[in-house]
DNA sequence: AAGCACTCCAACCGCAGGGCG
DNA sequence: TCGCCCTGCGGTTGGAGTGCT
């Protein structure tokens, strides 16, 4: 188990990443689909580590990338999913599929953990951390949550075209245009499969339903409401299946609570989903103003 | 206007674990 | 079975941006 040592080199450059960069970077993964990092530098010529690279391409590149502000169903199935699972950033990305799991863990981080913790604090004078349901027994979860909903300081659901930022590096417009032509989820996708169309930055691709996520299905249908149908979902995750993305590898393991089991519990939660999603929110965010 | 403090997030670091010879 | 290679994950950092005094 030896740690890679494609970081330690001399003369990798690090840092920010250059229009040039990610132009060399999505050519080439769109020529050979992402993998096989090791190999990427090498053959691009591009003077980053491997890790660079698939960090690149998984948390900025990638086709299917929400960026921008989180809306009140994905804060809501944040807090709900971290409650249950933990700081497991990767599972929980796995059903907000449009997220990327640097993006949930910084949003936790800078966001929602202050917000509970602050209503935690508020609420019941106990600090615990939102790290670990350790703590307080009033864990944040909608099962504790009451429906004080009033309005709200959350995040507006701005576009994330909207969002304004001086570097390359946060431009998705830029991005988009690199993405342009791009049509895969994953090369791992099976050409023989049903495709189906998802919109990235704007630009229109097919995304094979049975390399990504189960829930990612029509995206969701934005989210919480795609719980209004459990009963396909229940009996995927009935068979204990272990859900896999679109690059095939496994999202959760053993050390994680059985999916079955969360699964059916979320899907239960479904009536009440909507009202989680915004209510809760909404009381927390009340809450702290 | 300048300096300081704070926030946010892209990127990095190091460990864990699976695959394979 | 063992050890190496490679990738994934979670925690952390650094710097740009923003707000406050």
Redesign the pocket.
């Known amino acids: ?8 080199k001399v003369g ?6 250059t229009q040039e960069e990610d132009t060399v970077l999505v050519s080439y993964i769109q020529k050979h689909g ?7 530098p090498a053959n691009t010529g591009l003077m ?5 690279c ?3 391409w ?3 590149l990638r086709p299917g990338i929400k ?3 989180f809306t009140k169903s994905e804060e809501g199935l944040i807090v709900h999913l971290q409650s249950l ?10 059903y907000l599929p449009q997220r ?4 949930i ?3 936790w ?3 929602l953990k ?1 917000k509970i913790e602050k209503h935690q604090l508020a609420t019941t004078g106990c600090t615990t951390s939102s ?1 670990s349901n350790n703590g307080c027994p009033e864990i944040m979860t909608s099962r504790c949550h009451n429906n004080n909903a009033s309005g709200n300081s959350c995040h507006s659901n701005l576009p994330s075209s909207d ?5 390359y ?2 431009s998705t417009h830029n991005i988009s245009r690199l993405l342009q032509g791009w049509t895969r989820c994953s090369p791992k996708v099976k050409p023989t499969a049903p495709d189906q169309d998802l919109t990235c930055h704007g630009i229109q691709m097919k995304v094979d339903q049975e390399s990504c996520h189960p829930l990612f299905n029509e995206e969701l249908k934005q989210l919480l409401p795609a719980w209004e149908e459990p009963s396909a979902e229940a009996s995927f995750y009935g068979s204990q299946s272990t859900p896999a ?1 679109a ?1 095939g ?3 959760f ?3 994680n609570p059985p999916l079955a089991a969360l699964e059916n519990w979320l899907l239960d939660e479904a009536a009440r989903q909507v009202d989680l999603s915004v209510g809760y929110i909404d009381s927390i965010s009340h809450a702290f103003i």
């Open positions: 188990m030896g740690r890679s040592q494609c970081c330690d990798i450059k690090r840092g920010p990443w992402p993998g096989n990092w090791r190999s990427v980053r580590c491997s890790k660079s698939r960090l690149r998984t948390n900025y960026r921008g502000n699972l933990g700081n497991k950033w990767a599972a929980i990305a796995s990327t799991d640097n993006d863990k910084n949003y981080n800078t966001h202050k790290d969002l304004s930022s001086s570097s590096a946060s993305c690059d590898k496994k999202r393991d053993a050390q």
